[in-house]
């Protein structure tokens, strides 16, 4: 169990981030069209997980900008952004923003990403979400980099995320 702050207020996860070096756990989330994609779907690409609690939160939304902006430029990379937001608000926001370099996934029908990450967070005002973190997996299916923000309302370190993909 992790233990992370949400506006300075402890909050625990249900575990913790794969290390770095083992092989990723794969996962089925569900996509914008409600159809399911896998992370061994991407096999053979640099994956970056961008883990967060809603897209509808400034934060949330800065770091879906934010690897979107940087995935335009990233070679053999996806940027896959996973949340337990209903696929249509994602859609939503990406069609508003005109994001289009990156896949957005959700978590809503089953936890077990949650879960098999360390990231339902299980307890606070939270409670039933995703913890923010980003996890780089490389075209082996490997952990390259994972980071599990410590504060909830603070972004992510985009750029040791980003050059970590090699």
Do not use: W
Request: proline share 5%.
């Amino acid at each position: 169990m992790a233990s992370i702050t949400f506006k300075g207020n402890p909050v625990h996860t249900t575990g913790e981030l794969p290390q770095k070096g083992v092989a990723a756990p794969d996962f089925t989330l569900v996509k914008g069209d409600l159809s399911e994609a896998k992370l061994s779907d991407f096999r053979g690409k640099n994956v970056v997980l961008n883990i967060f609690p809603s897209i509808d939160t400034g934060v949330c939304a800065a770091s879906v900008r934010r690897f979107n902006q940087e995935a335009a430029s990233l070679k053999d990379t996806v940027v896959l952004c996973i949340s337990a937001d209903l696929p249509f608000a994602a859609g939503r926001f990406c069609a508003a923003e005109g994001i289009e370099n990156v896949v957005t996934l959700s978590c809503f029908r089953d936890k077990s990403f949650a879960e098999n990450y360390g990231l339902l967070m299980s307890d606070g005002p939270l409670k039933g979400l995703l913890a923010r973190a980003v996890v780089i997996v490389d075209r082996d299916g490997k952990v390259v980099y994972t980071e599990l923000v410590p504060e909830i309302a603070q972004e992510p370190d985009y750029h040791s995320a980003i050059n970590s993909i090699v």
